[in-house]
């Protein structure tokens, strides 16, 4: 088929034959497709899968020493008996609010710690192992409190009172009296310092190839060459 105004004469493609820059065209024969990212057959997402479940236990045995700092660090809160009841030595005293604010304290250092350290050692690293940092995380903070509950002055305050005897003070029980405000400090500390550090200092993408892209599309639309205008019909 060809279109024809009497002075130029161009080819036309026909209907059922694609043209050369089509982009709708279907592949040639024996092509395929490329894996995903993120499909489970991609190699890259196995290494990913098994960095992160390395951060997340790595992080998560380190909450082990975030409670041996509490229980070194938190202040102590005195208690006292009168062998009928236990009452607080200072009935004033700000021991308890210490206690948690030097959980938080302790575990925003340990989020910072530990986002960076991550972020130095896997640079590159994916959603997987920013995930596994959060889940390790949250279960350091939950390791350290219960590290140092554990480790601290017994729970039983009557078999501790009476231990101690009539007007002895002795140490009341470690706990966190906002659990959970304090034991999100730590995922919310490594999160954010980790986003942080990636927007700085983090790989960025190359940049697209726009000479072949033009090249591409120049070819596409390429149009032939103007012929001479047409002159009258014949015969007029």
Not at 71 to 94: I, K, M, Q, Y
Not at 142 to 153: K, Q, Y
Not at 156 to 178: C, I, K, M, N, Y
């Amino acid at each position: 088929m060809a279109w024809h105004d009497g002075t130029v004469t161009a080819p036309l493609t026909p209907p059922d034959q694609p043209g050369p820059h089509d982009p709708w065209q279907a592949p040639p024969p024996g092509s395929h497709l490329a894996p995903s990212p993120g499909s489970a057959d991609d190699p890259d997402t196995a290494a990913e899968l098994r960095q992160a479940v390395v951060v997340a236990v790595l992080v998560a045995l380190s909450g082990i020493v975030l409670g041996l700092l509490w229980l070194w660090l938190a202040p102590r809160v005195p208690l006292v008996s009168d062998e009928t009841a236990v009452f607080l030595a200072n009935s004033e005293g700000e021991e308890a609010i210490g206690a948690d604010g030097t959980f938080v304290l302790l575990a925003l250092g340990c989020g910072a710690l530990s986002a960076a350290a991550v972020f130095w050692r896997l640079r590159r690293g994916g959603v997987l192992v920013v995930g596994g940092l959060a889940l390790g995380a949250l279960a350091a903070s939950l390791i350290a409190w219960r590290t140092g509950v554990w480790l601290g002055p017994s729970s039983d305050v009557v078999a501790r009172a009476r231990e101690a005897g009539r007007g002895v003070t002795f140490d009341a029980p470690l706990e966190l009296h906002a659990v959970w405000a304090a034991v999100l400090a730590w995922p919310f500390a490594a999160m954010g310092i980790h986003l942080l550090l990636t927007a700085a200092f983090g790989p960025r993408d190359p940049e697209p190839e726009w000479a072949g892209l033009s090249g591409y599309y120049d070819g596409a639309v390429q149009a032939p060459p103007p012929g001479p205008p047409a002159g009258p019909p014949s015969g007029t």
